[in-house]
C-alpha cells in the first residue's frame, strides 16, 4: 500500500513541476509568442481583405441626379 501511495506522490509532484514549469516557460516568453500570434493573424487577414473589399465595395454610379433644392425651413429644419 505505502508503494502505491509514494507512486501516487511522485505523480502528482511531476504534475506540478510539468504545470508550473509550463507557466514559467509563457510568462518568459509571452513577447515573443504574442508577436508571433500577431504577425500570423495580420497574414491571414491582410491575405483576405483585398478580395473582401472587392466583393463588398459596390461601383460607383455612371450619372446623377438633379440637384435638389435646400429646405427652407431655416437652420433647424423639420425639427421646430
Known sequence: MQKIVNIVALASG????????????I?????????????QVMEAV??????LVDTKMPSLP???G???APD???AFGKFR
Open 46 to 51: 491582410s491575405g483576405s481583405l483585398p478580395g
Open 14 to 25: 511531476v504534475v506540478s513541476i510539468a504545470v508550473v514549469g509550463s507557466g514559467l516557460f
Open 27 to 39: 510568462y518568459v516568453n509571452r513577447d515573443k509568442l504574442v508577436n508571433n500570434v500577431k504577425s
Open 62 to 64: 455612371k450619372a446623377t
Open 66 to 68: 438633379p440637384v435638389m
Open 72 to 74: 427652407a425651413g431655416g
